[in-house]
């Protein structure tokens, strides 16, 4: 990761971290600073009160932002930018100065961020307004700013992701993914926060607070790449890249109201970011992908990284180059649903917005047909996926105890058996010892790839759509297990959100409590009033592109009136 300053070994881990969060105010401007009379107009404490960001419209009452500015960071989709960025309407300058207030913004009110180099991304910017100036575009994301989690290393930087063991490590290389991003023009400018071990829903760690989400700040942003899904829902950031082992991307993108895609593992370069787990132990193998807001960016991204050959700088890379689908979509889809898992309910908004996605498909012609709770294997999934997770939880305690500082909530919670311990699928694994129970897992886990192997062989599916979560975006420390995002990384699937709806206390008035042995938060009305509802789209393994062409159609479909 690289070299650590010696001189602050015997320092406190509360010291350590006055430092760093010094070091972070210090990176924002002092015009970019947020004044008085805005901050006074929250309510406060931020995680605890409901401040609805957005609705506030705080860029555009700070004064901070030019009126440019704000039609630069609101009123494009990421393929206009790129196009204004290539033809000189927009420089890469005003564009990344644009995005790099709005960044700081969001993060004086939503903590969405660990690094920023704002000074770097403006350098970049020139230089390459000046190759633009010579006629050399040096990619096709030439200009753009990238937003990029923490995890991921670049020059200069820290990657601490949420440990205050790991502070003062400076990154003497970049990442395969930050080399690549850099070689198609890409601007970087902030790193963005996660929770300490990057195991939880809930970005929240001792060095950089908790993410809040810009909707509804008493809600959680989703994790592990909750700091990306706060920064895009802001628009401090058009594109911004996370990582997801078991919803980390989705997750995000579900409790922020941004699309987010989770490639099939190695197809996007992973490789060479910071990591606390036991190096060499991937039993469940995670991918990097895309959160943005609107559906083209994840196209454009996906298609940008996998065109530049990453296994020539990635050795985790599969060799396998972007296939250029034929444009033409069958008239009539063969959709699946997946189905709710008793363990896991729906709270009444998602149950709703997935009804009301399943009628417009309908409506739009698409054969819809059901799948059972037996037939999808969700919770027994979670049950396998909790079993490998917490395979050798030491090195992630380990990094913890080597600061001395303590576990925030969300992780202290988290520690215990998936699904309230009422396993039905993987059987007794008291006594057996790691490899053993390594290889009971892995059997367990192919029981179920082989079942959703015959689904697809016998329903001749083009696609399967379902709820990434059981719930919207939760109060904080309460989301839990995520079992219909962490199946799809279990199977290795590819899959994409996309932002559908909302929670409304009007549409969905009836509190609704877990029964004994249900896992999840309870739903109440008036807490989750207005939070962002999605729908999740996947194909089977290695089907990226189909995923992509067909969550294409279903989000034409959701936003037709």
Not at 230 to 248: E, H, I, K, M, N
Not at 485 to 508: E, H, I, R
Not at 509 to 523: E, R, T
Not at 547 to 561: H, S
């Amino acid at each position: 990761m690289g070299s650590i300053d010696q001189s602050n070994q015997n320092v406190s881990w509360q010291t350590k971290v006055a430092q760093k969060q010094k070091q972070c105010r210090g990176a924002i401007p002092a015009a970019w600073q947020l004044p008085s009379s805005i901050l006074e107009a929250l309510d406060y404490p931020l995680d605890k009160k409901p401040n609805r960001l957005l609705e506030m419209d705080t860029p555009r009452k700070s004064g901070i932002l030019s009126d440019r500015e704000i039609m630069i960071t609101e009123d494009y989709t990421v393929g206009e930018l790129l196009a204004k960025l290539a033809s000189g309407e927009l420089s890469s300058l005003e564009v990344t100065t644009a995005f790099s207030k709005r960044a700081a913004i969001a993060q004086q009110l939503t903590s969405c961020l660990t690094e920023m180099f704002f000074d770097q991304g403006l350098e970049r910017a020139k230089y390459l307004d000046q190759c633009r100036s010579e006629g050399k575009l040096v990619g096709p994301l030439h200009g753009l700013p990238v937003s990029i989690k923490d995890s991921f290393q670049v020059i200069g930087t820290e990657a601490s992701i949420g440990y205050v063991s790991f502070l003062g490590k400076k990154s003497e290389i970049n990442s395969p993914l930050v080399d690549i991003l850099l070689g198609l023009g890409a601007v970087l400018y902030v790193k963005t926060n996660i929770p300490q071990t990057l195991m939880t829903a809930d970005s929240d760690n001792n060095i950089f607070g908790r993410a809040l989400n810009p909707h509804n700040t008493a809600l959680n942003a989703g994790g592990s790449s909750g700091g990306e899904g706060a920064l895009v829902a802001f628009r401090g950031s058009p594109l911004g890249v996370g990582t997801d082992v078991a919803g980390s991307i989705r997750i995000p993108a579900l409790c922020c109201g941004v699309y987010g895609f989770k490639p099939t593992s190695s197809r996007i370069p992973y490789g060479g970011q910071a990591n606390p787990s036991l190096a060499g132990l991937k039993p469940i193998t995670a991918a990097a992908g895309p959160l943005t807001n609107d559906f083209e960016a994840m196209e454009i991204f996906v298609q940008a990284v996998i065109d530049a050959t990453p296994a020539t700088l990635d050795s985790t890379v599969l060799d396998v180059p972007w296939r250029r689908l034929d444009k033409e979509s069958p008239p009539q889809l063969k959709i699946g649903v997946l189905a709710e898992d008793p363990l896991y309910p729906f709270h009444p908004p998602v149950k709703r917005v997935l009804a009301e996605a399943v009628g417009k498909l309908r409506a739009a012609g698409h054969e819809i047909i059901e799948l059972t709770a037996e037939q999808c294997h969700s919770a027994d999934a979670t049950e396998v996926a909790c079993e490998l997770f917490t395979l050798a939880p030491g090195a992630a305690m380990g990094h913890i105890k080597a600061s001395g500082e303590p576990m925030v909530p969300s992780v202290a919670n988290v520690f215990g058996p998936a699904n309230a311990g009422n396993y039905k699928f993987v059987p007794s694994l008291e006594g057996v010892d790691a490899l053993h129970k390594l290889a009971v897992l892995t059997v367990k886990r192919q029981e179920i790839a082989e079942d959703w192997r015959k689904i697809w062989l016998e329903n001749k599916f083009d696609v399967v759509i379902g709820t990434p979560s059981q719930t919207t975006a939760v109060p904080h420390d309460t989301f839990g297990w995520p079992p219909y995002t962490c199946l799809l990384n279990l199977l290795d699937y590819p899959a994409c959100v996309l932002p559908f709806g909302k929670a409304s206390k009007l549409k969905d008035p009836h509190p609704m409590k877990m029964q004994p042995g249900q896992g999840g938060p309870d739903y109440n009305p008036e807490v989750l009033d207005g939070a962002p509802c999605s729908i999740q789209v996947f194909t089977s393994r290695l089907r990226d592109e189909e995923c992509l062409k067909m969550a294409r159609i279903v989000d034409g479909c959701l936003k037709q009136a």
